[in-house]
């Protein structure tokens, strides 16, 4: 059990690392620039988590096999960006498993730290979208999972799920894994499907310029 | 008074609350997106302050209340955006309220954890501002607050005023009161009357390009 | 040694700040904006890292020193921008002696606090780089250590040789020096010589539109 999670817990730190990276090789920052955006997508989560349950140091830079792994992602991206690219799909598949992993282990991380379970759940989802959300700040980018897409909130039901198992006293394994599948499952049939969550209805938001009319008084 | 505290703790939440919907609507975010900003714009503020004096987990994430107020001034607005849009002129008094709150109660708590005066203050300051800085930060924009109005300056003289009446020993109550109705009352009248802080003057900088002349090299 | 690091280090907080007044002078932020980015360049590096380590409340909250050094230069900045600017290249030799103290004490405080000895270099690096993100963030820009020039690799060398020198049992003075000096000179070599790091080779990404085509997906 605690070697499954490491090693899943560790293919979430690589595909996470391998979209920071890809997206940094897009925007054509150097060698330095990617492997900050391949940590900083697959860590900032947990680190996030980690300072607001008081956690400190955190856990990602306390275990060197994070950076190592982190590392490796972004130099395989730099110099092999073009097969990765190709990848798109696989890609998709594990960045779903890392989600899960995430969600799931970043609940349970709040739990043991003493947080009410509501606020656990919303932990764990901040663990698995923390470093997407990261990635595209530092490259100056509304972040992507605020605007499309079923994806924090697969996180957020994987995260409640286990949540809930715990309160309620469940086998901790069948538990753990029965809500990672349930984020994973979700994830997937929403990119399968291509689901939404609503956007605001038409309206004066609607019109060419909505974004440019925010008032400057504040 | 910690009841009457309370009240305006939440509705300053709540119109911070606001402010991030809106802002998150009229860019046209899903329903996550918006109850993300939402939530950051109210909360980030104090979070932070908590992090920064070492009171983790923040309170923003141990009362539920907190998180309540924000999710639904962001269902409202996702809901209800074109009827809120019309009532520009109360949030910008809610707001003002808010600041007030969130300033005086923010110096008044790094106080109490040990900070000296002067950054007490500023805590109290960066607890009424770090809300709409982070907002706009996801949003892949220059915080208003850094370039227009006199917002922060009416937060930080109300924060500095209620450090000085604790520093002075003047009875808590009234100093409190005072402290936020000071703030308040600055930012009503800035924004009445139009008041700016000065901005550079002109120079090479006020040139159609200077946005765009920064170094590359660093 | 003490009073010489803190000489240095108030240097170091002097120009890093005068680097994120002048980009805020550029971007014409009003008199709070730009004290809002002296201030950040020059102390989120290290807020940063003692949030990390949990040396809370961090230093630049509770030595009024690193505020008031900070504000100085931005004021001064707003007020005589003209000047200021045509200083760039004594500025740009204070801000690599900035980074070299920076990269340098911050490595040391990393260690002192427990952390292993390549958390505690990358840290270092941290300390040093961080105000310059925190400062080109706040603009709404992807920072510009990200994708250019040798800067960070600079700090990241001097704190890793601080981190040997201590765990070789070097005497503590000389190897402190002589690691700053190896970041300054590092720094200063890359200004002259246009040093770059390697930037991903041509293929697809370096099409007109690569950084548009990122995938909705995430």
């Known amino acids: 059990m ?29 060698l330095f620039g990617v492997l900050v955006l391949s940590f900083a997508a697959a860590n900032v989560g947990g680190i996030t988590r980690d300072v607001l349950i008081g956690a400190v140091p955190p856990a990602a830079l306390t275990d060197w096999r ?22 798109r799909s696989p890609v998709l598949m ?18 043991v730290h003493g947080l009410e379970p509501v606020m656990a759940a919303l932990l764990g989802m ?13 490259l100056a ?8 897409d079923i994806y924090a909130t697969a996180a957020l039901a994987g995260a409640a799920m286990v949540v ?10 069948p538990a753990t894994l029965a809500s990672a599948a ?15 969550l609503p956007t605001p209805d038409a309206g004066d938001a609607s019109s060419p310029d909505a974004q440019d009319d925010r008032p400057r008084g504040r």
């Open 2 to 30: 605690e070697r499954l999670l490491l090693v899943l817990d560790l293919v979430g730190t690589f595909v996470f690392a391998l979209s920071g990276a890809t997206a940094g090789v897009r925007r054509r920052l150097d």
């Open 66 to 87: 994070y950076l190592a792994v982190s590392l490796l992602a972004g130099v395989m991206t730099f110099y092999r960006h073009a097969q990765i690219d190709r990848l």
């Open 94 to 111: 594990f960045d779903a498993m890392g989600l899960a992993v995430f969600a799931v282990s970043g609940a349970q991380k709040a739990l």
């Open 126 to 138: 901040l663990t698995g979208i923390g470093g997407g959300m990261a990635r595209d700040v530092l």
């Open 141 to 148: 980018e509304v972040p992507t999972v605020l605007r499309a």
């Open 164 to 173: 809930s198992g715990e309160l309620l006293g469940l086998p901790s394994l």
């Open 182 to 196: 349930l984020c994973f499952g979700l994830r997937m049939i929403a990119i399968r499907r291509g689901w939404q």
